[in-house]
């Protein structure tokens, strides 16, 4: 795996968690962020063929 899979991997498991907490937590302007960067980062692994394993949506 070279570091830019890693890299892109690990940002979007912590922002799938920080998701989590905000929606957790009621936060809805936070959860907003979150979901947005997630969709940011997912479209960025998939321009790039980064195949993303995902659990949750």
């Known amino acids: ?3 830019f ?3 892109i991997l690990q940002r979007i498991e912590n922002t799938e968690t ?3 907490r905000a929606r957790e ?3 809805v302007f936070s959860a907003d962020l979150e979901q947005a960067e997630l969709e940011d ?3 960025l692994a998939s321009e790039h063929g980064v195949r993303v394993e995902r659990v949750a949506a």
Request: glycine share 14%; proline share 0%; charged share 25%.
């Open 1 to 3: 795996m070279d570091a």
């Open 41 to 43: 980062l997912l479209r």
């Open 25 to 27: 937590a009621g936060d």
């Open 18 to 20: 920080q998701l989590e």
């Open 5 to 7: 899979t890693a890299g």
